[in-house]
């Protein structure tokens, strides 16, 4: 089970999925591998989940590490609270 408080997120994995979509899904996108997408998942979720998280981010190289659902919504609210904002014109 992957330990979200010390994990250091890829930003542009973390902005491929809106932080909407991650908190419907309890699926926080990690990084990006060689092509591989490492996204942590619920411990105990469907496999329509993976296909969700396939069509959000738009590739079928997917890689779930599991992590308990309370661990996963509090780092979503951590990490895309944090980002940047993008400058409005």
């Known amino acids: 089970m992957i330990d979200l408080n010390t994990l250091h997120l890829d930003p542009a994995a973390l902005g491929l999925m809106p932080k909407s979509s991650a908190l419907e ?4 996108p990690i990084s990006n591998q060689n092509g591989v ?3 942590a998942v619920p411990e ?3 496999d329509q989940l ?7 981010l738009g590739t079928k190289q997917i890689k779930p590490v599991p992590s ?8 979503i609210h951590r990490f895309y609270d944090t980002r ?5 014109k």
């Open 37 to 39: 997408y490492i996204v």
């Open 44 to 46: 105990i979720f469907r």
């Open 68 to 75: 308990s659902r309370d661990n996963i919504v509090a780092a």
């Open 25 to 28: 899904l309890s699926a926080l």
């Open 84 to 88: 940047p904002k993008p400058k409005s």
């Open 50 to 56: 993976l296909d969700d998280i396939q069509s959000i």
